[in-house]
């Protein structure tokens, strides 16, 4: 019996040993819905076909959902977790992609989809330069990565490409030891937002890489991109890299923006912007508010370190129980010294600012003072990010007087 467009399959505890390969698409407001038997409770739905092209196979499919599934490729020569090329509004939420020899999600034009809360780990090798966690490519669009887990990956956890654009790249942990974490790239791959993400721990492993491989955590080689809010920390190598190149590469990075972002604890430069070529597009990137604290200063005569991530422990004092943190467990990881100056500045930093606040509403509530509050100015008009709007109301401010600044 085939899945109708509506029906719901449900995969009882177990091992199965053959890919999932569905026949038919679902329909709008009727997808296929493939899920592990929630009356159930014996353990995982586990797929791990021998010698398939992927667990999970939707390639040219559309309105199908995978919930809660789990696919294990440790000795059966799966090359992907999850095929979904040429696809439109396909879900996946909370599965567990696992040893896939090649990629963990492998995506290429993939429209209106969704990738939610899964986890993704132990894809390709350490220090095989192979594998890919999560790969959008070839005009993948109008897709929400959010919520996602992914670690230990040979080459990229994630990485977008291809003249792919509208992305919303939300809310994932990016954890990779093993190389790099992110990148977007091509000229093409306009468009797309990258925010609130944990962006940590890149080529921390003891795997030698050579030191002359400028690595970095995150890559950022395209235009009219957002990064926006994302923690970028205790990374062995450049937390954030920008680069413009000619032909044949083409890099782009013009009109940009990127901001509110936290860059900390960087082995190499925390930032670090770059071209090749005079004529190469970089007009209007923005770098707006963003926190750039104790990274390596890469402008200086000589390195204070080697390769701080290799196995080696710094030569500063102020910076070997950092590393110490970098190579530690993650269950057993201590903050270091450089963490703990951080945290207490943040905390005083608030403590300043509640103490302002409390003066000023003294000020403002003692005698001989205006006792007009902000609760009764009008607002000003609002005005469009995409345009100038209507003014909210026409009426004129009743305010005569401005409460004395906050000092």
């Not at 979904?84 to 209106?112: M, P, S, W, Y």
């Not at 093409?188 to 492993?205: P, T």
């Amino acid at each position: 019996m085939l899945a109708e467009p509506g029906d719901v399959v449900y995969f009882r505890a177990g091992l199965y040993t053959d890919w999932l390969r569905p026949s038919r698409s679902g329909a709008a407001g009727a997808p296929i819905v493939f899920a592990k038997d929630p009356a159930d409770p014996g353990g995982d739905a586990v797929f791990a076909p021998v010698a398939r092209l992927a667990c999970f196979h939707l390639a040219d499919r559309s309105y199908l959902h995978l919930v809660e599934l789990r696919c294990d490729g440790a000795g059966t020569a799966v090359e992907d977790a999850l095929n979904i090329q040429r696809t439109d509004h396909i879900r996946v939420e909370r599965c567990t992609l696992e040893n896939a020899a090649k990629k963990g999600v492998v995506a290429g034009q993939v429209t209106q989809s969704v990738l939610l809360d899964n986890v993704i780990r132990s894809i390709g090798q350490n220090g095989s330069n192979t594998g890919e966690g999560m790969r959008l490519y070839s005009g993948s669009s109008h897709n929400l990565v959010q919520g996602n887990q992914i670690e230990n990956v040979g080459h990229n956890a994630f990485q977008l490409y291809g003249d792919s654009h509208h992305n919303v790249i939300r809310g994932n942990t990016f954890r990779n030891p093993w190389t790099r974490v992110g990148a977007i790239s091509g000229p093409g791959s306009v468009r797309n937002v990258i925010e609130d993400n944990v962006i940590a721990d890149a080529a921390v492993s003891e795997v030698p890489i050579p030191n002359d491989v400028p690595w970095k955590a995150w890559k950022v080689d395209s235009p009219e991109s957002i990064l926006r809010r994302n923690r970028i920390f205790h990374n062995a190598c450049r937390g954030l890299e920008s680069a413009a190149k000619p032909e044949p590469e083409q890099l782009d990075v013009s009109s940009n923006r990127i901001y509110h972002n936290v860059v900390y604890g960087s082995g190499l430069a925390g930032y670090r912007i770059f071209d090749t070529d005079a004529s190469v597009a970089t007009d209007d990137l923005r770098l707006l508010n963003n926190v750039l604290l104790a990274n390596h200063d890469e402008t200086s005569g000589t390195r204070t370190a080697p390769r701080p991530s290799r196995g080696t422990p710094r030569s500063r004092s102020r910076s070997t129980s950092c590393r110490a943190a970098w190579t530690a467990p993650a269950s057993s990881r201590t903050p270091c010294a450089t963490a703990e100056r951080a945290r207490r500045w943040s905390r005083s930093t608030a403590s300043g600012i509640r103490s302002r606040r409390s003066r000023a509403r003294s000020r403002l509530s003692s005698p001989g003072t205006s006792t007009t509050t902000r609760s009764s100015w009008t607002p000003r008009a609002a005005t469009s990010i995409l345009g100038t709007g209507a003014p909210s109301s026409t009426a004129a401010p009743s305010l005569r007087r401005r409460p004395p600044r906050a000092r």
